[in-house]
Structures are given as structure tokens and as C-alpha cells.
């Protein structure tokens, strides 16, 4: 059977929201509704800053396209799941947990996947010795935010409190993490399969695949095939897919990593509701793998029937 030719009745393509990310969400989430409809599915915008989340009642199904907090944390997810609508990607547990870069380095870590040592940050922290333990340079991240929101690269020690202080602006809660020297990998994750890895390779104006270099610039090269030999492509893949499946994400998403100059590879952090815009990585997957972007959201939608 084609997936066009599946009922999934009356879809709410959730996107917008009150997180810092509702602009890459209204864009990921016209492109999704666009595709839908486009194969005939019948589709219709929901944004939950402007209805009441009681009216997804009046659907079938529901496809999440919202980033950040408020619908990639879990909390979406369990509205859905009260209200008894099914949804696209990771239940409840994995959303919070994929949201939550502290905790999910700390399930990792507990299962012996590999990923950059870390320190929570707060207004007392002794700066000095953070650097003592980690090194320099080093990544400062708020816990609970996307798409680079909040981070910054710290290559003096005088420039951590401020790291901290302008991240601490987005969340309460703020990590510092050792800065993975090498090359900068994703793995997308589609239906328990790793499709092509991407090498991103962003201008060196940015210092790291920031908001800017993810988003906005057109000077970020995107290498796939990725470079990488055969063995070291699958080698990461297996790991991808094992980290994604030890937090319980399920249907869809992205796990980032880099490749150390000893050729290791550490794993950054999973996104359980990427981007879906003409810059994001998962459509860029998904072609390399033969999908085009309609069948792709096809197949993320057919999930919810199962």
C-alpha cells in the first residue's frame, strides 16, 4: 500500500508555540503542513499559543512540529496523550529526557555511551576550578533550549561568568561541556534506521554550528557522503541508533556528534523534534536516502497508525 494512499483522517500539524525557537518552528511547521496537503492528506495548522490545546480533540492525529520547550519536553506529548490523539515521534519520558542535556548525558554516561564530560553551572560556581577540571575551551549550554539558543564557545577563563550569565538569560539550568576538537557529524534516526551521516562544516566566522550557521547562513557546507569510511559511517551510525533508543526516543529525530582527532566519537546531545526547514538536516537525510521531503513526512505521519 502507498502512503499516499493511507487515511489518517483529520491531521493537526502542531507548530508556532511561546518557546524561544517559534520562528524555525512556523517555518518547519508550514513546509510539513505544505507537504501534507500537497499529497492529499487533510491537514490544518495548530498553534497552541493561540488555541486551547482542548480543540485537538476535533482531529485524528496529530504531527508535532514544535521546537524547544512546550512541545519537544514532553508536555505536548502528555496533553496528547490524555486527550487520547496519537502523535508523531517520542513519547512522554524520551521527549523530557532528549530535552534535557544534563540528564541525558547522565543516562548516557550511566550506560557507557560516549559523551564529553560535563559541569552544572550555577551563579556560586567556582569558575576557576570548572576550568581546572574541563579545560579549555569549552562549550556553556542551557539545559533545555535548541537550535544553539544560548550557546556559547569559551576560550578564556575570564569569559565563562559571562557565558553563564548570557545563557542563564534562556534557562535555569546551564551546563558547561569540554570542547570536542575534530569534526562535527549528524545522524538522522528514522523509523530505528540511521539514514546517511552528515558532515557539517560551518564557516569559520562562526566558530561552531551556532543559530546563525544552522539557520541563516548560506557559507555552513553540508558534506554528505559525509567523508567518512564505510566501517567509521556505520561504526557511528550504531552508536546513533543505540544512544537514541537508550533514552526511549522512538519514530524520529537526530543525534549530533563529533569525531575527535584520534578519530573517537562523542555524542552531543539527541534532537527528538528537529528542524524541518530548507537549511535542516533531516530533509538533507532523507534525500541522500531517496526520500523526498513529502514522502518523508508521509512516513513520519505513518507512524502514528501503528
Known amino acids: 500500500m502507498s502512503l499516499t494512499s493511507l487515511n489518517f483522517g483529520r491531521v493537526a500539524v502542531l507548530f508556532g508555540g511561546t518557546s524561544f525557537e517559534r520562528e524555525i518552528s512556523l517555518i518547519s511547521g508550514q513546509a510539513v503542513l505544505s507537504a501534507l496537503q500537497t ?31 512546550g512541545g519537544e519536553d514532553g508536555t505536548m506529548q502528555g496533553a496528547l496523550e490524555l486527550l487520547n490523539v496519537p502523535y508523531t515521534g517520542s513519547g512522554v519520558l524520551a521527549s523530557a529526557l532528549g530535552m534535557d542535556k544534563t540528564r541525558t548525558k547522565q543516562l548516557w554516561l550511566g550506560c557507557g555511551v560516549p559523551t564529553p564530560t560535563y559541569a552544572r553551572l550555577t551563579a556560586d560556581t567556582d569558575f576557576t576550578q570548572v576550568v581546572q577540571e574541563l579545560g579549555l575551551p569549552l562549550m556553556v549550554k542551557p539545559t533545555h533550549e535548541g537550535s544553539s539558543i544560548g550557546m556559547r564557545k569559551v576560550e578564556r577563563i575570564e569569559d565563562l561568568q559571562p557565558a553563564y550569565q548570557f545563557a542563564a538569560q534562556y534557562d535555569r539550568e546551564i551546563i558547561a561541556e569540554t570542547w570536542i576538537t575534530g569534526r562535527e557529524y549528524t545522524v538522522v534516526i528514522l523509523a530505528g534506521k540511521a539514514l546517511p551521516v552528515i558532515r557539517l562544516q560551518p564557516h569559520q566566522s562562526h566558530g561552531f554550528y551556532d543559530f546563525d550557521a544552522k539557520y541563516k547562513a548560506d557559507d555552513t557546507q553540508y558534506l554528505c557522503p559525509c567523508g567518512l569510511s564505510e566501517a567509521d559511517e556505520q561504526r557511528l551510525q550504531a552508536i546513533a541508533v543505540d544512544a537514541f533508543e537508550k533514552v526511549g526516543a522512538t519514530g524520529w529525530g537526530r543525534i549530533d556528534a563529533m569525531q ?17 526547514t530548507d537549511h535542516s538536516l533531516v530533509p538533507m537525510a532523507a534525500r541522500a536516502a531517496g526520500l523526498d521531503f513529502q514522502r518523508l513526512v508521509l512516513t513520519i505521519l505513518a507512524q502514528t497508525l501503528n
Not at 45 to 52: I, K, L, V
Not at 260 to 276: A, C, I, K, R
Open 39 to 69: 499529497a492529499g492528506v487533510n491537514a490544518e495548522a495548530f498553534d497552541p499559543a493561540e488555541r486551547p490545546i482542548s480543540e485537538i480533540k476535533q482531529y485524528d492525529r496529530a504531527f508535532i512540529v514544535l521546537h524547544g520547550c
Open 260 to 276: 575527535d582527532e584520534q578519530g573517537n566519537f562523542w555524542l552531543l546531545e539527541v534532537n527528538t523534534v528537529p528542524g524541518m
